[in-house]
């Protein structure tokens, strides 16, 4: 039965109840040690550079034993790439990794899961929607509940919601997940934030049987993890939208039918 408290709260799966836990009074990086941060990105020159500083930044204050930054470029057409060799000549930490063309996020995604090194892997879009320091709360979720998997969600708790999606986007985020869910079995509120924090082991199962290239790759790295009976935890997380999506209403729409062919895919 589900748990209504004025904390956050989070979903379990598999087939758990809503259980409620409080975010942490002081910071709690200083026990996560090993860290790779996965950033997918495609034609993001213009917004790599902040979110390469804010993430540098956490990094460094956070005093890891090993730390490491993977940006994943998707054949970007614009500067991507070069922007993230410049940072890489001041920071050691920072890897450009280079897709074989534009395959899609999906394999950037996977891409940089099975590169990263770091014990825990965290990937998040390169707009930072959700603030890196949100982390903490899916850390705290994984010590809690011994989960391998914890990911970021907007709707569980959507007074976290900083900045909304444009009305539409919202509807059909609603609209997909309720196939998602039918379609799969799967409990969880918002497979589709860019905001997943996995254990290196799980993300090395998960990801190496990851089928899907474009955006429905979230769902079916979900349904694989429950199939793997990996631990996993919705977490409600700060979020604000930010305006300059690489989805594409056709990309939309594909997603819909790619979530059958995940069905069949792993039964």
């Given at each position: 039965m589900a748990v209504q408290q004025t904390e956050d709260v989070l979903t379990c799966c598999p087939g758990s109840p809503l259980l409620a836990f409080a975010p942490p009074r002081r910071s709690i990086v200083n026990v996560l040690d090993s860290l790779s941060v996965v950033i997918p990105a495609y034609n993001e020159e213009r917004r790599l550079p902040q979110t390469l500083r804010q993430v540098l930044n956490w990094l460094e204050e956070g005093n890891f034993f090993f730390c490491e930054v993977l940006v994943v470029d998707d054949g970007s057409r614009d500067e991507?790439?070069?922007?993230?060799?410049?940072?890489?000549?001041?920071?050691s930490c920072v890897r450009l990794l280079r897709n074989p063309g534009n395959r899609g996020k999906g394999y950037s995604v996977q891409h940089g899961m099975l590169e990263a090194k770091g014990e825990w892997i965290l990937y998040t879009d390169a707009d930072l929607s959700a603030p890196i320091e949100e982390i903490e709360k899916l850390w705290l979720a994984v010590r809690e509940h011994g989960a391998a998997i914890a990911f970021g969600s907007r709707v569980v708790d959507?007074?976290?919601?900083?900045?909304?999606?444009?009305a539409l986007r919202e509807l059909s985020g609603r609209?997909?997940?309720?196939?998602?869910?039918?379609?799969?079995?799967?409990?969880?509120?918002?497979?589709?934030?860019?905001?997943?924090?996995?254990?290196?082991?799980?993300?090395?199962?998960?990801?190496s049987r990851q089928k899907?290239?474009?955006?429905?790759?979230?769902?079916?790295?979900?349904?694989?993890?429950?199939?793997?009976?990996?631990?996993?935890?919705?977490?409600?997380v700060?979020?604000?939208?930010?305006?300059?999506?690489?989805?594409?209403?056709?990309?939309?729409?594909?997603?819909?039918?790619?979530?059958?062919?995940?069905?069949?895919?792993?039964?």
């Amino acid at each position: 039965m589900a748990v209504q408290q004025t904390e956050d709260v989070l979903t379990c799966c598999p087939g758990s109840p809503l259980l409620a836990f409080a975010p942490p009074r002081r910071s709690i990086v200083n026990v996560l040690d090993s860290l790779s941060v996965v950033i997918p990105a495609y034609n993001e020159e213009r917004r790599l550079p902040q979110t390469l500083r804010q993430v540098l930044n956490w990094l460094e204050e956070g005093n890891f034993f090993f730390c490491e930054v993977l940006v994943v470029d998707d054949g970007s057409r614009d500067e991507t790439a070069r922007v993230v060799e410049e940072f890489a000549k001041e920071s050691s930490c920072v890897r450009l990794l280079r897709n074989p063309g534009n395959r899609g996020k999906g394999y950037s995604v996977q891409h940089g899961m099975l590169e990263a090194k770091g014990e825990w892997i965290l990937y998040t879009d390169a707009d930072l929607s959700a603030p890196i320091e949100e982390i903490e709360k899916l850390w705290l979720a994984v010590r809690e509940h011994g989960a391998a998997i914890a990911f970021g969600s907007r709707v569980v708790d959507g007074s976290l919601v900083e900045v909304h999606q444009p009305a539409l986007r919202e509807l059909s985020g609603r609209l997909f997940n309720r196939v998602m869910r039918w379609v799969t079995g799967l409990p969880f509120r918002d497979t589709q934030c860019g905001f997943k924090l996995y254990q290196a082991d799980a993300a090395r199962r998960v990801f190496s049987r990851q089928k899907q290239e474009g955006f429905s790759f979230d769902v079916e790295d979900l349904l694989i993890a429950r199939n793997l009976g990996a631990r996993t935890v919705e977490v409600p997380v700060r979020w604000a939208n930010v305006e300059g999506t690489k989805v594409r209403l056709s990309q939309g729409m594909k997603a819909f039918w790619d979530l059958v062919k995940i069905r069949m895919d792993h039964r």
